[in-house]
């Protein structure tokens, strides 16, 4: 069962374009929401990070805006670059009972000249 | 760098065999996490440690199972695979005891193929 929803599967920006990912859950029990950023052969890192009381937060060219009544959650990447081609996970961390991290199946970002 | 390192980098098995997989945490972090990441797919969390202790499990066979030891480093160990558990397995380190905010450092995995 598909906890975390996201899309699109894969996504292709011209350089200085914008990228946009979207995702969705189900989970009421979820209440913290971090985006991942996986380079080939790498873990992946830990981009930025949103709690769902907060409705948008920025970091650099990074953005996640989150709608808690749609259930439903995005990042931007601004002035996309060549260097930021990678996979993109959005995840929901839930603490009730255990902790743990539900992944979304990814967006590969390619970011052409 | 994250500082969590693992250890094979690849391994090959073959069906109904044992495995066991190595990490070694960042010094000091006190909560290591395994994942098993399908082909394509987003990681899956298959249970955390603090201070030795499995603190979380997902939704994995008792066949997986996981050890930390005081020096920072951990284990994962699979009996009886299948060819499905054919995967990248990451740990993830952090600080505390693995609440919300503390944040997980990724190692860069084990490719286990199982034939």
């Known amino acids: 069962q598909q906890q975390v929803k996201q899309s699109p599967q894969s996504l292709i920006v011209q350089k200085g374009g914008i990228s946009i990912i979207n995702c969705a859950y189900e989970?009421?029990?979820?209440?913290?929401f971090p985006w991942y950023q996986q380079f080939p052969g790498k873990g992946p890192a830990l981009l930025i990070a949103?709690?769902?009381?907060?409705s948008e937060k920025k970091e650099g060219r990074f953005t996640i805006s989150f709608n808690k009544s749609a259930k439903q959650f995005s990042l931007h990447i601004m002035d996309s670059q060549p260097g930021d081609s990678a996979t993109y996970f959005c995840?929901?961390?839930?603490?009730?009972?255990?902790?743990?991290?539900?992944f979304g199946k990814g967006t590969k970002l390619s970011v052409i000249p | 760098e994250t500082g969590v390192t693992q250890s094979p980098t690849h391994l090959i098995k073959t069906r109904g065999q044992q495995v066991t997989l190595r990490c070694s945490s960042q010094?000091?972090?006190?909560?290591v996490s395994w994942y098993q990441q399908a082909l394509g797919q987003g990681p899956q969390f298959i249970f955390q440690?603090?201070?030795?202790?499995?603190?979380g499990r997902g939704n994995f066979p008792p066949r997986f199972s996981g050890l930390q030891f005081p020096n920072y480093s951990s284990e994962l160990n699979v009996n009886a695979l299948e060819l499905d558990d054919s995967a990248l397995y990451l740990c993830?380190?952090?600080?505390?005891?693995?609440?919300?905010?503390?944040?997980?450092?990724f190692g860069p995995g084990t490719r286990l193929t199982v034939l």
């Open positions: 995840a929901a961390f839930s603490g009730a009972g255990s902790y743990q991290l539900t």
């Open positions: 949103i709690r769902p009381d907060v």
């Open positions: 440690y603090y201070r030795e202790e499995e603190n």
């Open positions: 989970n009421t029990a979820f209440d913290y």
């Open positions: 993830a380190s952090s600080l505390g005891a693995g609440g919300q905010t503390d944040t997980q450092y």
């Open positions: 010094s000091g972090h006190n909560t």
